[in-house]
């Protein structure tokens, strides 16, 4: 249970083709990384995977079954989606919204059953809102309706999340919070990042997206190599190692010019030892040095 596969996924608006025969892969339990430039189809992406959208061709299945052979209920009941900014809800309070994950499982006309606030006051403690609870919904900040929106994803207790960039509003600890939050829930999760760092630190496996293509997919130390970001992203950047943990770290040096590869490339495999901040300004000092190709 939790494992989804895609095949072939392409989608075209008006002659754009947004995304070109995507294949991936989350196995049950696993953390993948949806990672990618702005426009290059990690949004689409998941909302042909939630379902909300229907692919020119291809197929998404949740196990063995195809999505479109699920219903909307018994997707409802396994699939939690945090979409990126969620501006409804405008009247409830905080408790209500987180209420709405377990709208799948109540007839039409029940109420919420003792189990049902027992799960809705877990979900506001896991995700450190249950403070503001009686808050208007609209009135909360940018992050606080993350932690909020993802509180109702847990009170519906999935065995698959799909987030569309859930840390872009959160200060740095709830960023780091939210993620060790979601490697504990031992659920498979899909998540669209733009953080590089987390990514290689949360995420069991990682997909590049370009263009509406999947251009990379592996563990992070496969994927995040100094030519594959230089390539997608344009971006410099130094790969070493955070020495406590030994996690992938990558640091920016600059956009990406001839000069700054050309310095790179005399590091060898760019693994570069030391303070990530020496390692930018050395970079640096030795750049405006090089001659300019
Ligand atoms: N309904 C639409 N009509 C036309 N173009 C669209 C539509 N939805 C998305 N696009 C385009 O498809 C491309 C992919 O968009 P998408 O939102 O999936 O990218 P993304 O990787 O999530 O970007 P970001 O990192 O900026 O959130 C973009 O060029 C976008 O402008």
Redo the contacts with the bound molecule.
């Keep these: 249970m939790g494992h989804i596969t895609t095949a072939g996924i392409s989608w075209s608006?008006?002659g754009?083709r947004?995304?070109d025969a995507i294949d991936l892969q989350a196995h049950d339990r696993k953390i993948v990384g949806l990672l990618?430039?702005?426009?290059?189809?990690?949004?689409?992406?998941?909302?042909i995977l939630a379902g909300l959208r229907r692919p020119d061709s291809g197929s998404v299945r949740y196990d063995d079954t195809s999505l479109h052979d699920l219903s909307r209920r018994t997707i409802a009941r396994r699939l939690a989606v945090v979409e990126?900014d969620v501006s409804a809800h405008d009247p409830l309070s905080v408790r209500q919204v987180v209420e709405l994950g377990r709208t799948p499982f109540r007839g039409r006309f029940e109420g919420l059953t003792t189990n049902d606030q027992q799960i809705v006051d877990a979900a506001l403690e896991r995700t450190n809102i249950a403070d503001k609870q009686h808050r208007n919904w609209h009135t909360l900040s940018g992050g606080e309706k993350q932690r909020t929106q993802l509180a109702r994803a847990l009170a519906q207790q999935p065995h698959e999340i799909l987030l569309?960039?859930p840390t872009n509003h959160l200060d740095i600890r709830h960023q780091l919070e939210l993620l060790d939050l979601l490697g504990a829930l031992g659920v498979t999760c899909i998540i669209?990042l733009?953080d590089l760092n987390l990514a290689a630190r949360y995420c069991d496996h990682l997909v590049i997206?370009d263009h509406?293509q999947v251009i990379a997919a592996g563990e992070p130390e496969i994927v995040l190599t100094r030519e594959m970001i230089e390539s997608v992203y344009g971006v410099n950047v130094l790969i070493d190692r955070e020495p406590a943990t030994k996690i992938l770290r990558v640091t920016y040096v600059a956009p990406a010019t001839r000069s700054h590869v050309a310095v790179s490339a005399t590091h060898g495999d760019c693994l570069i030892a030391g303070s990530g901040a020496k390692s930018v300004v050395a970079a640096a000092d030795l750049s405006e040095q090089e001659p300019s190709a």
């Design positions: 608006i008006k754009h947004l995304l990618g430039p702005n426009g290059s189809g990690k949004t689409s992406l998941l909302r990126q569309d960039e669209a733009h997206l509406g």
